[in-house]
T-cell receptor, first 114, second 115 residues
């Protein structure tokens, strides 16, 4: 089975802190994604990566950056956390280069910024 | 902005009946379509994928795709209380650049199976 693991289930951070969310997948997938999910807004794509050191902006990249130094690991960075970044963050991976393949999700990180 | 539209519900269905969930999408070049189930407080779980027009069956689930009408549906036969969840429709978002496409999600339909 595909396993996507996010480093934390719950996080509470203070406004202005730099926050790192880590994600690891064990199935040698090329593609990895970061989404956030908010009530009434659904799942929105923040950033994705199709190869090591490659990254592309999704729909809402402002205030975020990402890092992919190894194929299995994709990190989301909140440079200076703000209260409007309080959300559920979901990492996903998919096996198909060029897209179109099904994505498998980690368990999610519920981040609260106070 | 490419859109994926779903009725938010709640959709209430008696146990044992067929639940029918619908989804429309705006991007005609989309080629891959997925249904995810999400229980409250949990992450989305892939339950069906469909890539060509017609029906695809897997156990109690049937996905239907009509690309001409830009319409995807999910049928759940013999609905069980454990099927109560939010169902998310997802469509690939082609970039043509050779990289990962990602998925565009609908906001989901909340399904309630009444015992």
């Amino acid at each position: 089975d595909v396993k996507v693991t996010q480093s934390s289930r719950y996080l509470v951070k203070r406004t202005g802190e730099k926050v790192f969310l880590e994600c690891v997948q064990d199935m040698d997938h090329e593609n990895m994604f970061w989404y956030r999910q908010d009530p009434g807004l659904g799942l929105r794509l923040i950033y994705f990566s199709y190869d090591v050191k490659m990254k592309e902006k999704g729909d809402i990249p402002e205030g975020y950056s990402v890092s992919r130094e190894k194929k299995e690991r994709f990190s989301l960075i909140l440079e200076s956390a703000s209260t409007n970044q309080t959300s559920m963050y979901l990492c996903a991976s998919s096996p198909h280069h060029g897209g179109g393949g099904e994505a498998f999700f980690g368990q999610g990180t519920r981040l609260t910024v106070v | 902005q490419k859109e994926v539209e779903q009725n938010s519900g709640p959709l209430s269905v008696p146990e044992g009946a067929i639940a029918s969930l619908n989804c429309t999408y705006s991007d005609r070049v989309s080629q891959s379509f997925f249904w995810y189930r999400q229980y409250s407080g949990k992450s989305p779980e892939l339950i069906m994928s469909i890539y060509s027009n017609g029906d695809k069956e897997d156990g109690r689930f049937t996905a239907q795709l009509n690309k001409a009408s830009q319409y995807v549906s999910l049928l759940i036969r013999d609905s069980q209380p454990s099927d109560s969840a939010t169902y998310l429709c997802a469509v690939n978002r082609p970039t043509g650049g050779g990289g990962a496409d990602g998925l565009t999600f609908g906001k989901g339909t909340h399904l309630i199976i009444q015992p």
